[in-house]
Every structure is written in structure tokens, then in C-alpha cells.
């Protein structure tokens, strides 16, 4: 059992940078997979990046080469630093974990909302 919190969100320009955090109750050491997921309104669901508990990284094509995550085990978290920020980018971010490789539950944060307008 684990408790994701976000927080980081906001309103932002286009062009500018945001970074998001995801804290966890408990230690992440043992959970193989956390990440976030971003959904805007009338979209689906969006896998924006993951990163598992031996460094492996992947990210959305609409992100690349300006969004990265990264993972601190000794804090218990997980970050999303964005950059380069567009209009569309523009989402409610969810931070979610699964604890093993090949099992299918997930825990998820209360989301945080990232907006870009001039």
C-alpha cells in the first residue's frame, strides 16, 4: 500500500518550465514502475513517461527531448521536469505506481493541474 501526493502544478506561459513532484507514504525501493499519466479534457488518457527501480526511462513522442523524469528512492520520489511548455500540454498530470513488473494494480495521486496559456 502506497500514498502518492502531487504537487508542482500551475499556470505557466508558453515557452516556460514547471516541475512536478510525486511523494510517496512509504518507501518506492521495491515498487518496479512509477510515473505519470496526463489527461485533458475530452482526451484519453495519456502515458507521459515511466521510469522503473533500475533507471529505465520512457516518454510520450509529444514529450520527448523536453519533459524528464527522474526517480529519488532515499526522498520516496518521483519528479517530471518540463520544459519548452506548449498549449497543449495543457492536462490534468497523474502521478501512478505498480509495485511489480507483471502485475496489473496500480496506485494513483489526486492529480495536479498544468496549464499553458499566454
Known amino acids: 500500500q502506497v500514498q502518492l501526493v502531487e504537487s508542482g502544478g500551475g499556470l505557466v506561459q508558453p515557452g516556460g518550465s514547471l516541475r512536478l513532484s510525486c511523494a510517496a507514504s512509504r518507501s518506492i525501493v521495491s515498487i518496479y514502475t512509477m510515473g505519470w499519466y496526463r489527461q485533458a479534457p475530452g482526451q484519453q488518457r495519456e502515458l507521459v513517461a515511466r521510469i522503473t527501480s533500475s533507471g529505465n526511462t520512457n516518454y510520450a513522442d509529444s514529450v520527448k527531448g523536453r519533459f524528464t523524469i527522474s526517480r529519488d528512492n532515499a526522498k520516496n520520489t518521483v519528479d517530471l521536469q518540463m520544459n519548452t511548455l506548449k498549449p497543449e500540454d495543457t492536462a490534468v498530470y497523474y502521478c501512478?505506481?505498480?509495485?511489480?513488473?507483471?502485475?496489473?494494480?496500480?496506485?494513483w495521486g489526486q492529480g495536479t493541474q498544468v496549464t499553458v496559456s499566454s
Open positions: 501512478y505506481a505498480n509495485p511489480l513488473r507483471y502485475g496489473t494494480g496500480a496506485y
